[in-house]
């Protein structure tokens, strides 16, 4: 085999190499990015739709809605709050809500439960509120 020859097929390797690595690079960010998109129609399915009863919402936890992509907390006896469940950092869905905290279980962000302020990161915008109705021992989004 000459030297030309020889060349040539070490370029297309190091074409495939690369190939696949981008292919790796996108499928890895496309696991951290939001699984479903959200449609006009769905938005519109969701308002008024009862999340659970107030009984089902812990005190100083909450319960991740993943279909409706909201989290709903209970800081305080008898107060409801909601944020995105989509973490700021790279779009995760939260998962856990304990002790007055909501975590991201891809990096390890945390929230606030009652502000959904960061406490801690990598991210540093915190949960966008959401709108939801606390009335007749249900919760709905408003």
Partial sequence: MSASQERQIRLGRRTVV???????????????????????????????????????????????FADQGVVVTQPKAGEFKAFSSKCTHQGCAVKGISAGVITCPCHGSTFDAETGTVTGGPATQPLPAKAIKVEGGSISLA
Avoid: R
Avoid at 21 to 30: D, F, I, M, P, Q
Avoid at 31 to 54: F, P, Q, R, W
């Fill in 18 to 64: 690369a190939a696949v690595g981008a292919a790796g690079v996108a499928a890895a960010l496309t696991a951290c990015g939001n699984e479903t998109a959200s449609t006009g129609a769905d938005s519109a399915k969701a308002g008024g739709e009862i999340l659970a009863k107030t009984a089902d919402i812990p005190e100083g936890g909450g319960m991740v």
